[in-house]
């Protein structure tokens, strides 16, 4: 019996029990509170479920991906650049209108995602009743309902978890349609971004995020990649702007 | 409805529907935080009610609640639709 | 513009694709998403009744009422000091007795085996001393008041402090979530420091940094509280001096409030200056809290937290000041030296010379304060037999303490640099020495004259 680490990151909205789900699987206590931000640097735990050890990131609670705040930055960075083996999207069950927002963009970065309907007690409280398999259909990923706090739910998480890992889901996330214009773009975008790029990253993500004139990515890609020609342009990028 | 003379958010009373038009925002990432919260173009939000002291207002956004200032909800222009059904 | 500069590829691509984007690609990216969301929802979500969805939402209409919002908030803060100060009395006095009781039997057993005085004094009357001194004056308080703001906080009712205050503090030049960073600063003003992270500006993230202390911590509640017990509702008993003891406990948190946004006031329009940057605020769905699993966790979390304290920081102050208070030069001790020459800028304050060197010494930690205070006091000779915590206001009396002297020593623990930690702290976070001078000094400077003008006044009015 072999022991395998995985690595699972734990994103989410601000406030949708991310770490009361992290304490829960981990075992530690961190601190948690009802209102939004307390999670301000990233916790990491540990957990062992069937003979595989699993490193467990709590990401900054976000709105979303796109990098307006240093907090959004390091999540996204993590999911794309950390590379997680699972990337779980705690959702809020209350509001999943809005919540789905940031499953969508986390399912334009990767496929290896869980998405993890949270406060699922909450939500029969208030008369809302959601449809998982549904809603797993739809998102082509697994969708697992729990309450963390009732501590409900974990262990089919963990099984979820576990079948991701060895191999025994295929996920096919949904792909957002944009604008027929945006669309175009991305398009013509996409095989320059493969080719400057390589396969390693998500190239539609990759377009869609050039198209939007994220500067913070291409200032992690330069980090990536510091070939000895580039590593010359981007120390003297301050003093000689040349180009 | 281009006939329609757009109004601001801010000019909403408590208890009224909106729908967001277009956000007339400069500062990129204000714009941005707004987008993500919710305050999207064609969506309806509701006006929940003031603070206290008058500044800031709370909105229903895709079922969630979100405070704004009178410095943001006044670049915010759309539509007030009366409830009827109260 | 080719070949001859080595282009980088990214920036390259990067120019591509801004070529490319039309205008508004960010409000056509979000909008596609938004409907996307939309539709799925539309599709999987289905609501019983619509009116059930936000009954626990109409509570904002009493908690963040015009008439209501402001008198709720007051009357939360001014019960949970209440049942704070009046819960941790007894367990407190049962503490002090108890480990007074055992001091007995160590100072027995340090003279069953001859062991020389100057150890018996470091381990029993320095060490352990100030060891249990802050266990049993800081843990049975912090033991309250933590489980109680942490149903509260998990409540979800401190984002609607933020909501009813956010006028104040944008009237200060502040962000709204300062409030959110003040309430965490209750806890610890270190941890605090840390959360003033949710502040994206980086103007009002300093603002909330260089003010925090203003909010009593863990370390000061229990001076504020013994204090305030002790001095100010002297003349009272039973019901009412708890009463009074709190009120004044409540009128030192706001007086704290007032300086908060006084300073950050005056802040905004010199050193750093510019004006509110954007701010949203969610307020989440009010969640009724795992009320066992909080107030367990919670009790348990800053137990821990109060016993580790006493022993990392209050076991080698206590053994200091012993040492301190037991050299001789000449025919004074250095302790009395120290405080001898402070003494003269201390009285100008209300103070006296002990009570500003134990802040000096206090530097580490805010908890060791009083203790280091009270060894200080001890050394002098005054050789007291402390029981329980009713005699040792007859050790401030002996002293020359007053009611001005109480009130001095509280606005001066309310207002001054904060602890070591928490310096270090905003080191880290501000990555600047200045900024952290800054820390230091502006509150100082502001207990300096705050107390100064009391003790000014109230000599003036022939108060004392």
């Not at chain 1, 022991?3 to 961190?30: D, H, I, M, R």
């Not at chain 1, 398009?187 to 493969?194: C, G, Q, S």
Request: aromatic share 10%; net charge positive; with cysteine.
């Amino acid at each position: 019996m072999t022991t395998n680490e995985y690595t699972v990151a734990l994103a989410g909205n601000p406030n949708t029990g991310k770490s009361t789900l992290f304490n829960v699987l981990t075992g530690l206590s961190q601190h948690t509170g009802n209102w939004p931000g307390k999670t301000v640097v990233y916790a990491e735990g540990f957990f062992t479920y069937n003979h595989n050890r699993y490193k467990m990131v709590d990401l900054p609670g976000t709105y979303s991906l796109y990098s307006n705040s240093a907090d959004e930055e390091v999540a996204r960075n993590f999911i794309i650049f950390g590379k997680p083996d699972v990337t779980i999207v705690v959702l809020d069950a209350t509001a999943l209108e809005r919540n789905l927002n940031l499953a969508l963009q986390v399912l334009e970065m990767t496929s290896s995602v869980i998405v993890c309907l949270n406060l699922m007690d909450e939500a029969k409280k208030k008369g809302i009743r959601i449809d998982a398999g549904k809603l797993a259909e739809k998102l082509g990923v697994p969708v697992v309902p729990i309450s963390a706090r009732n501590k409900e739910g974990i262990d089919a998480l963990l099984k979820t978890i576990d079948a991701m890992v060895c191999g025994k889901i295929k996920t096919k996330p949904i792909v957002v349609r944009y604008s027929p214009e945006i669309e175009q773009c991305m398009e013509k975008l996409i095989p320059r971004v493969k080719e400057v790029i390589g396969d390693a990253y998500p190239a539609r993500w990759v377009a869609l995020r050039l198209l939007d004139g994220d500067m913070s990515l291409l200032h992690a890609f330069y980090k990536l990649f510091p070939s000895k020609k580039e590593a010359t342009v981007y120390a003297c990028d301050g003093s000689a702007k040349s180009i | 409805m281009p006939s329609v003379k757009l109004q601001r958010l801010s000019e909403a009373e408590e208890g009224e529907h909106f729908r967001i038009e277009k956000l007339d925002i400069k500062d990129g990432t204000m714009k941005r935080r707004l987008l993500d919260l919710g305050f999207v173009p064609g969506c309806e939000i509701i006006v929940l009610q003031k603070s206290p002291l008058g500044d800031p207002t709370a909105y229903r956004v895709s079922n969630t609640t979100i405070a704004l200032r009178k410095e943001e909800s006044d670049h915010i222009y759309g539509e007030r639709i009366c409830d009827d059904n109260k | 513009m080719h070949a001859t500069v080595p282009q980088n590829r990214f920036k390259e691509l990067l120019n591509e694709a801004q070529a490319l984007a039309p205008a508004d690609t960010r409000e056509q990216i979000v909008s596609a998403i938004f409907r996307a969301s939309q539709a799925i929802c539309d599709e999987t979500v289905t609501y019983e009744t619509q009116a059930k969805q936000y009954e626990m939402e109409k509570l904002d209409r009493i908690f963040t009422s015009k008439l209501w919002g402001f008198p709720i908030m007051l009357a939360m803060l001014a019960v949970v000091i209440y049942i704070t100060i009046a819960g941790a009395n007894i367990p407190s006095n049962m503490l002090a007795s108890f480990f007074t009781w055992l001091e007995g039997y160590l100072t027995l057993f340090f003279q069953t085996l001859h062991a020389p005085d100057w150890l018996h004094g470091l381990i029993v009357l320095g060490l352990y001393r100030g060891t249990t001194w802050v266990i049993s004056v800081m843990l049975p308080p912090m033991a309250i008041f933590f489980p109680i703001f942490a149903l509260l906080e998990n409540y979800g009712y401190l984002p609607r402090v933020a909501f009813n205050m956010d006028r104040l503090f944008k009237k200060a030049g502040a962000h709204g979530k300062q409030s959110l960073t003040m309430a965490m600063g209750f806890g610890c003003n270190a941890a605090a420091i840390m959360s003033t992270r949710i502040i994206e500006s980086p103007r009002e993230r300093m603002l909330a940094i260089l003010t925090n202390n203003f909010v009593p911590c863990n370390g000061r509640w229990p001076t504020l509280i013994l204090l305030s017990s002790l001095f100010m509702a002297a003349n009272y008993t039973g019901g009412w001096k708890t009463f009074v003891t709190a009120s004044v406990v409540v009128g030192m948190v706001l007086f704290g409030i007032v300086v908060t946004l006084s300073v950050s006031w005056v802040l905004s329009k010199t050193a750093l200056r510019g004006i509110p940057t954007h701010y949203t605020l969610e307020l989440p769905p009010y969640r009724r809290p795992k009320i066992w699993d909080t107030i367990v966790r919670a009790t348990l979390d800053k137990s821990v937290y109060v016993l580790k304290r006493a022993v990392v920081v209050a076991a080698p102050a206590g053994a200091l000041t012993w040492v301190l208070g037991n050299i001789h030069i000449g025919d004074t001790t250095i302790l009395a030296y120290l405080a001898n020459w402070l003494d003269p800028f201390a009285k100008a304050l209300g103070l006296d010379g002990y009570i500003l060197m134990a802040f000096i010494l206090g530097l580490p930690a805010n908890e060791i304060v009083l203790p280091i205070l009270f060894m200080g006091y001890l050394s002098t000779g005054s050789l007291t037999e402390v029981d329980g915590l009713h005699s040792l206001k007859q050790i401030f009396v002996d002293h020359g303490w007053t009611w001005l002297t109480a009130l001095n020593m509280m606005l001066f623990s309310l207002l001054h640099y904060p602890c070591g930690t928490t310096l270090i702290n905003i080191y880290k976070e501000t990555k600047s020495r200045k900024w952290t001078f800054v820390a230091f000094a502006l509150p100082t400077a502001v207990a300096i004259a705050v107390t100064f003008l009391t003790t000014y006044i109230a000599r003036w009015f022939s108060l004392v």
